[in-house]
């Protein structure tokens, strides 16, 4: 009975249906009381956003899985504390983090919202060794700014560690080295292909690995990520720790470890060879697959079969890296080729493998290593090394023949999965690795770089929600909003029910001073999502934009009851109550929007204005160079920081900063405008004019910078001129206050300066 | 500035317009400040003046001249007041005269505009500005509306609302001049 209950309660969970789920898995405990079917009740009622029955339940549980529901149900419950404990209890220190990546996913959230960055840092790296797919993971390293290149995160050791997952047996291997090959493309990952491959050819071929050791060796290492200690030609399938299916095909292996060996370093130098690899350890066997496996899964391993084709290892490493270009796994076949003639013989599946498609190749691996195509054909040769080298792998051992016999099928079949997977994984992290770059380049605001990298993407990924809205925030923090614009768009057209990033979208509508669709699309948001912040952010930003600072402060609010976590959505309430005045409140809204997160700039300066028109310059100057140092390319940032440098009276600091700014975006015209105020400031009259008149053909309709020069004229005592600068400025329809003050410095137009009212 | 719908002649002002209708770079200046008039009946203090509702209304309680003081935190600039009066409900409890003074404080409070309504109706407009651009604003700690008679000579006197307006502060602190080109404005905040 309990089977059965159990099997109900799963089959309601899958199909969503949680009052069936929750009512049976309620029978089953009390039927048949256990910490399992306790942690099934309490799936039900997370899945069921009803975390705290899931707590009550699991309260006291002690089970790896057990803790870790109960931390996410204290997570959902925000009760950090309780969540804390039970992930990583304070009085076992060694005990296991329940459930691994996920575990330490976890916990990680849990201390960057209790703002311990470097224990959460510690713990997402953890997660992403674990499981480095775990995309979640990387987006918090990025934001949190610790976020290492994204080639060596998803990298060899990324793909060895997915065959593993996926492959249950040596197969993972293989698709290691498969995959390895792919990673080979990459040079960051060739190095780590070198090392692995050096390091699996010692594994696989033990002693008879000569080849590989040589391989190793004249695989040129770029990265040599200590592989190299693989020279030794161990006869280490010990090394290959990874694939514990592989242990046990090893003792097989053991028999056929110099021809897989061969394959493999024949497939050395490309991504691909682990391709052929996987091929010809079909062929070879269980027990070549075996130490094959340690070798793919290594991935690195894949850019070390690269590089065990030693001979043309370098050459083979180039060629992948520059057959990789395109698909990963066909540059290593070329490369396959290059050192397969090396081997020839031995290799010849290895480095068919590497070239070419890993997929195309793993199929055709399985079938032959013929790795006599050493041509540099990517493809081809990955295929016929393969049947090279499956008939060589079998000829050099009879053992391996007889292993063969048994499993040359299954090996194949074997062969074919693992270099599936490899090829699967590589291409899956290939692709994350330029998501990956490319968002770790936009946290840290080089948006012009992140730009390049997106663009790199394929056509079909390019053009969807989540790689287009980030686009859109690239343009958007380099000041370019007709571009985010588009970009946002298109990202609404590419999803239409995302809400990721709309807040940024409405903030560039705002900047465009575009009321109708910014209505039109805080309208849309919150008949998609009346629970999402990003909605209510949007409909804040269009009261704001018709100046009815109070109903935007509301929505604002709103979206922070909705989401106390959502840091913008406080920097956007601080912007409201500084705009009527509270500026008590203010500066609270833009500290607990730093509170959520430290390196969100627009609070940094939120807080430097607020300073600035308090008139508190040293404070306004400090916090204006903390959203610098967050954001070093905004040249808005700077010339603020610039106006706070000569509201203390810095002028040559500031006039520094402002030269910088100026450089950053050619147009922005606000530094300049800074610039020429300074120069004032400093009597350089003649300095400050020539700005103007630079800004006069930039922005030839704005009025303050025709009042400056009339000022400066008048103080020049050039009062025809001055008369017709004010007289332009009032053409250009100042504000009233702006109207005042120019017609009275019309009036006072003979009157020394000492009287003049000047702000 | 809206004037009356009716149009003015030299201090009188005619009518009233029945929305409120004020420049987008004038702003309310007077919600942090502290208000307080002469006399009052209870029920219908200071506090209907400020609650936006023209259902309400302050009713004096003493003898003429009536005053509503308005004191500011900080010297601020002031260029309109509105009123909401209603003749056709208030009859003989509709102010007439009105005097509009400002200072540092009591002591030396004096008069910058004088107005006459003519059976008003609905909000009226009174610029404080002066005849020089110079002065446009009125810059001050405190102002004081006198009510110096109604119509038909009533003692007491009935206000549903008043409004202060100033110039909007420079959404760009510590710059001389506002910015009004497209091009300023888009590069002159991070929001």
Partial sequence: MEAILTECVQNSLRHFMYRNAIFMCERLCAEFPSETNSQLLAVCYLQNNQAYSAYHILKGNHMAHSRYLFAQSCFKMDLLNEAEA???????????????????????????????????IYHFNQALSLDPLLWAAYEELCILGAAEEAATVFGDAASLCIQKQHLPHGLGSKSMQASAEDQGLISSRNVGAEDLSPRHLKNIHGNSQRDAAGNYHSAPQPGGTGSQPLNGGPTTLSFYSTPSPMAAASQLSGVAPPPICRNMQINGPNSCATGADSSPRSTVNSTIQAPRRKFVDEGKLRKVSGRLFADSAPRRSIRLATGDSVANTNSNVSTVSGNGTNHS????????????????????????????????????????DSRNSSTTCSSPSSESRSLDQEGPTSAAGVCLSGSRVAVGASDLLALLRILGEGYRLSCGYRCQDALDVYVKLPQKQYNTGWVLSQVGKAYFEMVDYVEADHAFNLARLASPYSLEGMDVYSTVLYHLKEDMKLSYLAQELISTDRLAPQSWCAMGNCYSLQKDH???????????????????????????????????????????????????????????????????????????????????????????????????KRNKEALEIMEKAIMADKKNPLPLYQKANILVTMENFDGALEVLEELKEYAPRESSVYALMGRIYKRRDMYDKAMLHFGLALDMKPSATDVATIKAAIEKLHVPDEIEDNL | MAESSEGEEEGKLVGGDQQLVVDDDLCEMAKKAAWSVSSCKPGNGVLSLRDDNLDTYWQSDGAQPHLVNIQFQKKVKLQLVVLYVDFKLDESYTPSKISIRAGDGFHNLKEIKAIELVKPAGWVYISLSGNDPRETFVNTFMLQIAILSNHLNGRDTHVRQIKVYGPRPNPIPHQAFQFTSREFITYSTVR
């Fill in chain 1, 86 to 120: 039970a992930l990583c209890p304070p009085n076992e220190s060694s005990a296991e983090i329940p459930n691994g990546a996920a575990g330490h996913y976890l916990l990680g959230l849990i201390y960057r919202c209790t703002d311990r960055r470097k224990s959460a």
């Fill in chain 1, 345 to 384: 013989s031995k290799y010849l599946g290895g480095s068919k493998i590497a070239t070419g498609s890993v997929r195309p190749v793993t199929g055709r691996k399985g079938q032959s290593w013929s790795n006599e195509n050493f041509d540099e054909g990517i493809k081809h040769d990955g295929y016929d």
């Fill in chain 1, 550 to 648: 109070e109903t935007a402060l509301k929505n604002f609010q709103r979206a922070v009851q909705l989401d106390s976590r959502f840091a913008y959505a406080h920097t956007l309430c601080g912007h409201e109550y500084v705009a009527l005045e509270d500026f008590e409140n203010g500066i609270k809204s833009y500290q607990s929007a730093l509170r959520v997160d430290t390196r969100h700039y627009n609070a940094w300066y939120g807080l430097g204005m607020v300073y600035l028109r308090q008139e508190k310059f040293e404070f306004s100057e400090h916090h204006f160079r903390m959203a610098f140092q967050i954001n070093p390319r905004s040249s808005v940032i700077m010339s603020y920081l610039g106006t706070a440098l000569h509201a203390l």
